[in-house]
């Protein structure tokens, strides 16, 4: 215990875990951008899996939010939208895995929003620059419980969706991921010593929009869980 630090040190971020009275800590929060075909059309793009390669994005752990809150409207947006997403919670540790070997590292899985700032997005893309402000903001990595592996099975077909004030948005099913998981995990340990704790949000499928306040977010994954979400005015 370091009895030294000039403030109280912020606590760890964590996650419930289903059927458990433990929780997850979540060490780091890895994105994969643009993974749903119908997503890259529809923001006026598209991918070749034959000659791109998957790319990522961070938040921060401290921009964790648990499922069922309600929360302000975010600042410095007009452009608050919505991304529900499979998540992969990370138990064991591994790097340079082979695709066959990933199942391993898999702790559970959980429904993320992966809540946008999409106009200071497209001014990053305009300008060619980070999207962390669009993307890495207070509350901006929502996440409901995990649900162990050991619950679910490998995840590798699910039904997955989203509404806002009880209507549909986003419907579609996670096989239809442009990466699928193994993928992702053989790839980002080429880059990161992939460690316990870490999450990976998986990608959205289309059909994101924007939200405001007084909006109520529910999301699902069959045989994962599901995520709610309150947009309230900032008092
Ligand atoms: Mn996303």
Known sequence: MVDNYLFPARPQPTSAVVGSDSVFPVHRIFCVGRNYHAHAAEMG??????TMRPFYFNKHPAHLLASGASIDYPPQTADYHHEVEL?????KPGF???EAATDDLIFGYAVGLDMTRRDLQAEAKKGG???DLAKDFEDAAVLS?????SQTGL???ANIELSVNGEIRQKSDVSKLIWNIAEIIADLSKFYHLQPGDLI???????VGPVVAGDRLSGKIDGVG????SIKEPS
């Open 129 to 131: 620059r980070p999207w």
């Open 201 to 207: 949000y998986t990608g959205t499928p289309d059909g």
């Open 45 to 50: 793009t598209s991918v070749d899996k034959a």
């Open 87 to 91: 998540v992969v919670a990370i138990g």
């Open 155 to 157: 995840i590798t077909t």
């Open 96 to 98: 340079e895995v082979a």
């Open 226 to 229: 599901t995520i709610e979400l």
């Open 145 to 149: 419980a995990i649900t162990p592996k």
